[in-house]
C-alpha cells in the first residue's frame, strides 16, 4: 500500500520493478495523486475486484487473482528499447492543425493528451455544431470526431463537411461500435476511416501518419 505523502515518481521508486504473484492472492494500492499509476498488471484470472475510499485519505484499489501474475513497473519499462511513437519526430507533426469533437469529458482528455504525446496541435470542441463552426471559420488538416454527441452528432457532422463542397479534409471516426455495420455507417456519413474506443498511440499514430503523411 502506498500513502498519500507520494507522487507518481516516489510510487515509481518504492515497489520492486519486478514480482510475481502465485496462485490466489490479493494485490493492492493506495494512490491520491492525479498522474498515472505507473505499473501493468498482467493476469490470466481475476476473481475479485473492488475498492474503497476515505475522504482526505485516498482510494485502495484491489483485486484478487488465481493463478500467476506479473507486476512490472514503468521504471522497467524505461530500459527497454524506444519505440516508434516515443522516436517521432515531433517537429514534422507540430505544424498540423487537428480538431477533436467529442463531448465526453473523459475522453477529451484523453485524445488530447494522446495528440500531444505524438507532437500534434488539436483544438476542441464539445459537439458537432461546435466542429462545424470551426471548420467554417479555420483550415484544418485533420478532423477526430465522436459519433454519438448532442446537437449535431458525428454523422450529420461528416455529412453536412462534404454536402459544403469539403472533400479534401480527412474525417476520422472516434466510436466504441466495432461492428462492420458502425464502419459501413460512418463512410456512408463521409468519413474516411474509424477508430474503435479504446485506442492505444501507435493505432493513433498509424491512422494520423497514412492520412497526414
Request: charged letters at 20%; one cysteine or more; a neutral charge.
Amino acid at each position: 500500500r502506498i500513502g498519500r505523502e507520494l507522487g507518481g515518481p516516489e510510487i515509481n521508486e518504492c515497489l520492486p520493478e519486478r514480482k510475481v504473484l502465485h496462485r490466489c492472492c490479493q494485490f493492492s494500492f493506495q494512490i491520491t495523486t492525479h498522474r498515472v499509476f505507473p505499473y501493468f498488471l498482467i493476469a490470466k484470472n481475476i476473481n475479485l475486484i473492488g475498492v474503497s475510499s476515505t475522504i482526505n485519505e485516498g482510494s485502495e484499489f484491489w483485486i484478487e487473482l488465481s493463478g500467476s501474475a506479473e507486476v512490472t513497473s514503468a521504471k522497467t519499462q524505461k530500459n527497454k528499447p524506444l519505440t516508434a511513437v516515443t522516436l517521432k519526430d515531433k517537429d514534422a507533426s507540430s505544424h498540423f492543425r487537428i480538431l477533436v469533437a467529442e463531448d465526453n469529458p473523459t475522453n477529451q482528455t484523453l485524445i488530447i493528451n494522446q495528440l500531444k504525446t505524438l507532437g500534434y496541435k488539436a483544438e476542441l470542441v464539445n459537439n458537432g455544431q461546435e466542429a462545424l463552426n470551426k471548420i467554417v471559420n479555420n483550415n484544418y488538416h485533420l478532423l477526430l470526431t465522436d459519433c454519438n454527441m448532442p446537437l449535431m452528432d458525428g454523422y450529420q457532422l461528416a455529412k453536412t463537411v462534404r454536402e459544403s463542397g469539403n472533400s479534401e479534409l480527412p474525417i476520422i471516426a472516434l466510436t466504441a461500435d466495432a461492428y462492420p455495420e458502425s464502419k459501413a455507417k460512418c463512410l456512408r456519413a463521409g468519413m474516411n476511416a474509424q477508430i474503435t474506443k479504446p485506442f492505444n498511440l501507435e493505432t493513433l499514430q498509424e491512422i494520423l501518419e497514412s492520412y497526414l503523411n
